[in-house]
């Protein structure tokens, strides 16, 4: 996995110093993924730009709370509940981040909406999602993510 993001990113960056590259794409949004509120980051440097039609790669980082019932904490202490031997407190802390990867192809009608397809690499799941974007000023948009157990609202600006 760290391999295909580490391959994602360079493709990024390469996009990015190519003459080609017209943009820089950075999103934030609130999310709900495989069953978890938090909220993402992202990047992205479109590829492929032609007309109104664009493939984007982005990385990015979802930002969530997550359980953690194989510890506990006392006394301002964690502990593991197997044993309970005496462990970082990183482990009660409550905070999850995963890193992901998103490729997307939209289309942006003049002056109008954006509508694409994506796919969304995430732990060891690749899923498929639909994309929408209207504009709200020159370089924002605000814009939506709905897919498989993944949907995904908030704002999208262009550099």
Request: proline share 3%; hydrophobic share 40%; aromatic share 10%.
């Amino acid at each position: 996995m760290k391999i295909r993001l580490i391959a994602l990113a360079g493709i990024c960056a390469f996009a990015a110093s190519s003459a080609n590259a017209a943009t820089v794409t950075a999103e934030a949004n609130v999310a709900r993924s495989e069953g978890s509120w938090g909220g993402e980051l992202a990047v992205g440097v479109p590829v492929i730009q032609d007309g109104g039609f664009a493939i984007t790669p982005a990385v990015g980082a979802f930002f969530h709370k997550r359980d953690h019932d194989g510890y506990y904490e006392d006394n301002s202490q964690c502990f593991r509940r197997s044993n309970d031997e005496q462990v970082g407190d990183g482990h009660c802390d409550n905070s999850g981040t995963k890193i992901f990867g998103k490729v997307e192809a939209t289309y942006t009608l003049p002056m109008s909406f954006t509508l694409g397809l994506g796919a969304r690499f995430i732990g060891n799941d690749l899923r498929a999602y639909g994309t929408a974007a209207m504009p709200l000023a020159p370089f924002l948009s605000g814009k939506v993510n709905v897919g498989d157990h993944y949907v995904a609202a908030g704002v999208q600006a262009k550099f």
